[in-house]
């Protein structure tokens, strides 16, 4: 995300605004005045656009992490895989639901446990585990990792 060039393209726009007042001096300097006054503002908005992307994108991306980064001072979105960080321990299964499924579904469970080499048991604690997590980390103001656009 470039937000230079949107700073530039609204401090072009208002510019062009000024010089429909005519060759008034002191228009032109309070316009001037303003723009300077609130580019830190418009920076921060532009941060808060990005947290906003990133919190719109994890939500729609639930097994993966979506973090805003800061890169020479223009934010960046990186979304990674957040499955790989889920660690799943088998020592201490002692909680048992019973689950009601479609016979096909099932059988999908089976085939995507086989190709990711884990058992039944083991991939759906990882998928319920990813999905409860993405779940919290999407209600969360703060983000961590990066897009790039």
Avoid: C
């Avoid at 949107?6 to 007042?21: K, N, P, T």
């Avoid at 309070?30 to 919190?55: D, H, N, V, W």
């Avoid at 660690?87 to 048992?96: K, N, P, S």
């Avoid at 048991?121 to 961590?144: D, E, M």
């Amino acid at each position: 995300m470039d937000i230079d060039s949107v700073v530039g393209q609204l401090s072009a726009q208002v510019y062009g605004q000024l010089r429909l007042a005519g060759d008034d001096a002191a228009v032109e300097a309070a316009g001037e005045a303003i723009l300077t006054a609130i580019e830190p503002a418009l920076r921060q908005a532009g941060m808060s656009l990005a947290e906003q992307a990133a919190a719109e994108v994890g939500a729609q991306l639930p097994n993966h992490t979506v973090d805003v980064v800061l890169s020479e001072g223009q934010p960046s979105l990186v979304v990674r895989d957040s499955s790989e960080d889920i660690t799943v321990t088998t020592d201490q299964l002692d909680a048992r639901i019973t689950v009601r499924l479609p016979e096909d579904l099932k059988e999908e469970l089976e085939e995507a446990a086989n190709d990711m080499g884990d058992s039944v048991n083991t991939f759906v604690i990882r998928a319920l585990a990813g999905t409860t997590r993405a779940g919290k980390r999407s209600n969360r103001a703060t983000f961590q990792g990066t897009i790039e656009t």
